[in-house]
């Protein structure tokens, strides 16, 4: 069982920054390959980002377009989403997720855990 903690979502300016964490439990961190989804009012959740489970190597949508990036700290069981440049269009409330085995996963069918959410705003 893993439990997922998202934090660092609020209020933020247009083409301001934001910097998302999720705080895993348990011991195995490193045999999951994390993800961040989002989901907008009205909107279905889709896929944000991926890192592989040793980290190193992502994937992106391509809506982000350079402007955020996921990266982990094995050690402190922790994914980051670092988004900068951010639009209104990114409002959404963001979801961590880890899925069990190697590769990149850009499909919510293949993550077996999510956070609860944070929620991203974005002003115009």
């Known amino acids: 069982q893993v439990q997922l903690v998202e934090s660092g979502g609020g209020l933020v300016q247009t083409g301001g920054s934001l910097k998302l964490s999720c705080a895993a439990s348990?011991?195995?961190?490193?045999?999951?390959?994390m993800g961040w989804f989002r989901q907008a009012p009205g909107k279905e959740r889709e896929f944000v980002a991926t890192?592989?489970?040793?980290?190193?190597?992502?994937a992106y949508a391509a809506f982000v377009k350079g402007r955020f990036t996921i990266s982990r700290d094995n050690a402190k069981n922790t994914v980051y989403l670092q988004m900068n440049s951010l639009k209104p269009k990114d409002t959404a409330v963001y979801y961590c997720?880890?899925?069990?085995?190697?590769?990149?996963?850009?499909?919510?069918?293949?993550?077996?855990?999510w956070g609860q959410g944070t929620q991203v705003t974005v002003s115009s």
């Open positions: 997720a880890a899925g069990a085995g190697w590769g990149l996963f850009r499909r919510q069918a293949d993550y077996d855990y």
């Open positions: 348990g011991r195995i961190f490193n045999t999951y390959a």
């Open positions: 890192i592989y489970r040793s980290g190193g190597t992502t």
